[in-house]
């Protein structure tokens, strides 16, 4: 839901990115925000300006950007020429799509490009629609978008723990079959404060494991995870639930054995941004058979 009514931009504004690059921003009337999870367009969006974005990456799948040109190639791939032809009057990126060289590009052409922090969890959530509103020119909007997804977050927080009856034990999979990439996400890689978030265990972070890492069927096992959640398109890139189980490990643990495989939209698991509410209360749905 974005902000109402529409802002009016405050322009020229300068602003300094996450990078320490000073730019300046005249026009917001052609904005492109992308990065890996669609995070940055649907804080555009949720910020009333919605109406001004040019393109999206395919990771921004929200009903009402689906129909933008993808600027975007395999995947998560920029593409300079489809960029350049939608002739944005504003960049807003961070550093988690490339090459790295496109944005360069972009910068050397004239268009100004601002650097966001790349970082996601619930706890920067505030912070990055601080920063795009900030290099919109509406920081008052930004101020309206921040106070209403904090009271969101803690409404949401609440009701899992009114109507939470266990701690479960939970592992986040990131699945890629048709590639052969198979990870557990574990501390730092924002699954950690998502699962926190829900009233659950995140059993890689409780294993001491950082980051991302190929999955070690012994290290899943040892785990016990009574959940294990994925992303849509990973579920189906292994064949569904069966598939599922057919990996190593996987069907000794207590989730594989119970079939406790729950998947989440891949635009939204792991975006925050705004929408950070509505996907803690559609996991809580999914594990507890409550929500808001």
Not at 72 to 100: C, F, K, Y
């Amino acid at each position: 839901m974005p902000i109402t009514p529409a802002p009016q931009p405050k322009l020229p504004v300068t602003v300094t990115d996450n990078q320490g690059t000073k730019v300046t921003v005249t026009s917001v009337d052609r904005v492109l925000a992308f990065d890996t999870y669609g995070t940055l367009a649907a804080t555009v969006f949720g910020l009333g300006l919605g109406d001004k974005v040019v393109g999206r990456d395919t990771s921004t799948g929200f009903p009402a950007a689906k129909n933008l040109p993808v600027i975007t190639a395999n995947g998560h791939q920029l593409n300079a020429e489809a960029i350049m032809t939608l002739r944005p009057s504003v960049v807003i990126t961070d550093t988690t799509l490339g090459p790295w060289d496109v944005v360069l590009q972009l910068r050397d052409s004239g268009i100004p490009v601002v650097v966001t922090d790349s970082k996601r969890t619930i706890d920067n959530v505030n912070e990055i629609v601080g920063q795009v509103a900030n290099a919109l020119g509406v920081p008052e909007a930004g101020a309206q978008l921040v106070e209403r997804t904090t009271k969101e977050i803690a409404e949401a927080k609440a009701t899992v723990a009114k109507t939470q009856n266990q701690k479960p034990r939970i592992v986040f999979l990131y699945l890629r079959g048709q590639a052969g990439v198979y990870y557990m996400f574990g501390r730092g890689s924002g699954v950690d404060s998502l699962i926190e978030a829900v009233g659950g265990v995140d059993v890689a972070t409780e294993a001491g494991m950082d980051g991302m890492r190929p999955i070690n069927p012994e290290a899943l096992v040892k785990a016990r995870p009574d959940v294990i959640l994925l992303m849509t398109k990973g579920l189906q890139s292994v064949g569904g639930v069966d598939g599922v189980l057919q990996l190593p490990g996987v069907a000794q643990t207590p989730a594989g054995q119970n079939r406790r495989i729950i998947d989440m939209d891949d635009h939204q698991i792991l975006g925050f941004g705004p929408l950070t509410a509505s996907v803690l209360d559609a996991l809580a749905k999914a594990l507890y058979g409550t929500a808001k």
